[in-house]
T-cell receptor, first 113, second 110 residues
Framework: DVKVTQSSRYLVKRTGEKVFLECVQD?????MFWYRQDPGLGLRLIYFSYDVKMKEKGDIPEGYSVSREKKERFSLILESASTNQTSMYLCASSTGGALETQYFGPGTRLLVL | QKEVEQDPGPLSVPEGAIVSLNCTYS??????FMWYRQYSRKGPELLMYTYSSGNKEDGRFTAQVDKSSKYISLFIRDSQPSDSATYLCAISYGNNRLAFGKGNQVVVIP
């Protein structure tokens, strides 16, 4: 069974803080993704990585950076958290290919005060 | 125009009713068509996928694709309270990315 875990389920941070969200997958997947999910806006891709140290911007990369030093681990970094980054953050992984089945973690609900 | 359009309105149905959800898409290069189900406070999980026009059944669930109209549907027969969730359509065009609809929250009332 594919397992994607995220370091925190709930997180409360202050404006201006640096925030790290961690994601780990145990299925040796090549691809990993970070999304945010907001009511009425759906899932929006922030960044994805198709290999160690490789990354590509998604649809909304502004204000975020990522790090993938090991295949199983993909980190999302909010350099200076702002209130408009309050959201549900979802990590996913996949093997890639034409049938792009993504496996999601449980999500981190981030509140920035 | 967004790649995938899914009217995000909530849907409440009585137990046993048929639930009908749909999405439209704009890019005919899309290859695979999927439905994800997301329970409250959980991540989405793949429910069904199909890659050709026509119907695909899996128990009480039927996924339908009409490539000529760029229209995909999900039907849930004999809906149960355990089907209460958000359903997201997703479409793959083979470059390791998915285009997601906004999701429909479905509530099945006992």
């Amino acid at each position: 069974d594919v397992k994607v875990t995220q370091s925190s389920r709930y997180l409360v941070k202050r404006t201006g803080e640096k925030v790290f969200l961690e994601c780990v997958q145990d299925m040796d997947h090549e691809n990993m993704f970070w999304y945010r999910q907001d009511p009425g806006l759906g899932l929006r891709l922030i960044y994805f990585s198709y290999d160690v140290k490789m990354k590509e911007k998604g649809d909304i990369p502004e204000g975020y950076s990522v790090s993938r030093e090991k295949k199983e681990r993909f980190s999302l970094i909010l350099e200076s958290a702002s209130t408009n980054q309050t959201s549900m953050y979802l990590c996913a992984s996949s093997t890639g290919g034409a049938l792009e089945t993504q496996y999601f973690g449980p999500g981190t609900r981030l509140l920035v005060l | 125009q967004k790649e995938v359009e899914q009217d995000p309105g909530p849907l409440s149905v009585p137990e046993g009713a048929i639930v009908s959800l749909n999405c439209t898409y704009s890019n005919s290069a899309f290859q695979y068509f999927m439905w994800y189900r997301q329970y409250s406070r959980k991540g989405p999980e793949l429910l069904m996928y199909t890659y050709s026009s026509g119907n695909k059944e899996d128990g009480r669930f039927t996924a339908q694709v009409d490539k000529s109209s760029k229209y995909i549907s999900l039907f849930i027969r004999d809906s149960q309270p355990s089907d209460s969730a958000t359903y997201l359509c997703a479409i793959s065009y083979g470059n390791n990315r998915l285009a997601f609809g906004k999701g429909n929250q479905v509530v099945v009332i006992p």
